[in-house]
């Protein structure tokens, strides 16, 4: 069967991925257009020596998608996001870790500027659809409404990223790689000859390009706000520390206190500006409660059976779900988890299709 050409913008990070995405679409017979978000000034997050910091969405990303472009012989286009990810990332990351929370730029770049800001400036050239290089799936269902399912690499799957999605931005988003693996994608690279083939993918933060999100959360906000106490659970002062923001759920190392058995953070109380810790048995809890739910079912008025995932790289685990007023949710867990964080994502799943999510509370 003959597909129907579209005009189809792709949101071009660089990588291999989106590339590869562009370049089968063209394939495929669409007009295609590319389209890449300028999100800071990239002369704040140059390394001393000039290099830039290899993180995704840098500025040699922007040169390299511009490259691929000229390439497949698209049109190509830098759209200037910078004050939006300033307002809607950013400061929403540096608001979260100052509030005890350890917060997921990612879903909210996602949220916020792709399937949003991009989204309508892809609508205004009279584009079809948004294409991105995301592992996911996207399909109709039996009542023509969208569903979505994870990638088929498990180890690449990026569903938990798009949780947020409302069904009008499935109705005009595609995901061409969510049913092939890595592997497959830099085929598909090397066979179209793309220059960026064997680029290594970003693991940090794109606007903590060092890794040091504690230097730049006090250049963003200054320094010794939320200096405070290291309290033990059962109430005793252990030490001092130069500030919540340091701290996340979980942590062990860093702590600078001594005591007979290794100590974690289980808790920020940011009022009282104390950082609590204990024992690896106090990381473990049975439920949780999320906020700001989107869901892609009817929300359930009766309790829900479901899988739940509360970090990227957890393995989602048995849960009972159960609404709650003012679009939140409980979590039950059939046996308790660990390091359960406010600020990241918990999303359920009813096998490989996304039922809803929320914030940990």
Not at 50 to 67: I, K, N, P, Q
Not at 127 to 134: E, N
Not at 187 to 194: C, V
Not at 325 to 353: C, H, K, L, M, W
Request: glycine share 8%.
């Amino acid at each position: 069967m003959k597909t129907t050409r579209k005009r189809i913008v792709v949101a071009m990070s660089g990588g291999v991925d989106s590339s590869v995405t562009a370049a089968l679409l063209k394939e495929q017979g669409h007009e295609v257009i590319g389209m890449t978000m300028q999100i800071w000034d990239y002369s704040r997050f140059a390394a001393p020596d000039g290099e830039t910091f290899g993180t995704c969405c840098s500025l040699d990303d922007v040169h390299d998608a511009r490259r691929v472009a000229e390439g497949l012989d698209i049109p190509f286009y830098v759209i200037n996001f910078e004050e939006a990810f300033q307002r809607q990332v950013i400061d929403h990351f540096c608001d979260e870790y100052f509030s005890g929370r350890t917060p997921n730029p990612c879903v909210m770049c996602n949220q916020r500027l792709k399937f949003d800001l991009l989204l309508r400036r892809a609508r205004e050239l009279e584009a079809d659809a948004l294409a991105t290089g995301h592992y996911a799936i996207i399909e109709p269902d039996a009542d023509d409404c969208f569903v979505l399912r994870k990638g088929r690499d498990q180890g690449k799957d990026q569903s938990y990223f798009l949780f947020t999605l409302t069904p009008e931005q499935m109705a005009r988003v595609m995901f061409p790689l969510g049913g092939m693996t890595k592997e497959q994608v830099r085929e598909h690279a090397a066979r179209f000859d793309l220059r960026v083939a064997e680029k290594a993918e970003s693991q940090d933060i794109c606007f903590v390009p060092d890794g040091d999100y504690v230097r730049f959360l006090e250049e963003e906000r200054g320094a010794g706000k939320l200096n405070g106490e290291i309290v033990h659970v059962c109430g005793k002062v252990l030490g001092r520390h130069r500030g919540t923001y340091r701290y996340t759920i979980g942590q062990r190392r860093g702590l600078g206190i001594a005591w007979s058995e290794p100590l974690f953070v289980t808790g920020i109380d940011v009022e009282k500006r104390q950082v609590i810790v204990g024992e690896k048995s106090h990381l473990h809890r049975d439920r949780l409660t999320v906020r700001e739910c989107s869901w892609h079912i009817d929300p359930p008025e009766k309790p829900l059976q479901a899988a739940c995932r509360i970090r990227y790289r957890h393995r989602e685990v048995p849960a009972q779900i159960r609404t709650l007023p003012d679009n939140r949710a409980e979590v039950v867990f059939s046996q308790p988890q660990q390091g359960i964080t406010p600020g990241q994502a918990a999303v359920f799943y009813d096998g490989d299709r996304v039922l809803g999510g929320g914030w940990i509370e």
